[in-house]
């Protein structure tokens, strides 16, 4: 019979591949594709996330691409919440934003995961996934460039968590900051050369 740590760590693996499945499902390049908008790797930045969606001009294909991708982080950690627990629902999450940017069927070349950064915060805590995408909102007015608002938000995410008193997700917060900064290396670069493109511009 197998013993309590081995179940436990099953379940974790378990969930963790869930999460990585769910979160490798690239709805921006299927529903581009369906839409007849073209191929995501052909247009703009190449990436597979909204932001890119919008610039095919389809805003419904765009605000379709982000709840969904959104979606499928809120949904791995509600899941694995709901069968195993907090830890799996962190590690579910985890997966999930790592499945979005670096999905097996497209090479490991996916999005920079902010849609799902973002859907990871909202079904961890939703007061703090709230303050992230007003965060992002509030940015993005100012701005109007979609890659500093990803990067604020980010940033922000652990700050809400101890303000609002969630911070038992605050490592996975600097985990998934972490990596939000990482993908954006290039538009950092850009940020700081002033050649950072505004939202919409193609």
């Known amino acids: 019979m197998p013993s309590l740590i081995d179940h436990s760590l099953f379940t974790l693996l378990l969930w963790g591949a869930v999460g990585y499945l769910l979160g490798s499902v690239p709805f921006g390049m299927i529903i581009s594709s369906a839409m007849g908008l073209g191929n995501l790797r052909n247009i ?3 990436n597979i996330g909204a932001t890119n969606v919008l610039r095919t001009g389809s ?7 982000l709840l969904l991708d959104g979606g499928k982080g809120a949904v791995a950690v509600l899941l694995a919440r709901a069968v195993a627990g907090d830890g799996a629902a962190q590690l579910a999450g985890l997966m999930a934003f790592l499945g979005h940017c670096y999905p097996v069927w497209l090479g490991f070349k996916g999005g920079k995961g902010v849609a799902t950064f ?16 007003l965060t992002w909102l509030a ?7 979609s890659s500093l608002s990803a990067l604020v938000a980010a940033a922000a995410s652990t700050f ?8 038992y997700g605050f490592l996975l917060g600097v985990l998934l900051t972490l990596i939000v900064f990482w993908r954006h290396r290039e538009n950092i670069r850009r940020l700081r050369a002033g050649t950072e493109p505004s939202i919409g511009q193609k």
């Open 160 to 167: 809400w968590m101890v303000v609002l008193g969630h911070s």
């Open 44 to 46: 703009g930045s190449g």
């Open 118 to 133: 973002l859907g990871i915060m909202l079904a961890l805590a939703w007061p703090v996934g709230l303050a992230c995408c």
């Open 139 to 145: 940015t993005a007015f100012t701005s109007r460039i």
């Open 59 to 65: 805003k419904g294909a765009a605000a379709a691409t």
